[in-house]
């Protein structure tokens, strides 16, 4: 799975009701307004993967940060 069919994804799991919410617990505009159980599910079908957890962070996305801090392996 690539960053953009990730990202793909996670857009479409967002609501703006959730963004909104967000928004006003001081999340910016640089997120799609996705559930954490979403991310969780998501991380779970993905697994593992350092190097693509890595690519997710420089997004700068809040929901593919989450899902990048799901996908480091553990030392």
């Given at each position: 799975m690539t960053v953009t069919e990730i990202l793909t994804q996670l857009k479409?799991?967002?609501?703006?009701?959730?963004?909104?919410?967000n928004a006003?617990?001081?999340?910016?505009?640089?997120?799609?307004?996705?559930?954490?159980g979403d991310i969780r599910v998501l991380a779970k079908?993905?697994?593992?993967?350092?190097?693509?957890?890595?690519?997710?962070?420089?997004?700068?996305?809040i929901e593919a940060q989450l899902l990048a801090i799901l996908l480091l392996k553990p030392r």
């Open positions: 479409a799991l967002g609501t703006e009701k959730m963004r909104a919410f006003k617990n001081g999340a910016g505009d640089n997120q799609f307004g996705v559930k954490m079908k993905i697994k593992s993967n350092h190097e693509l957890a890595l690519e997710l962070w420089a997004t700068n996305i």
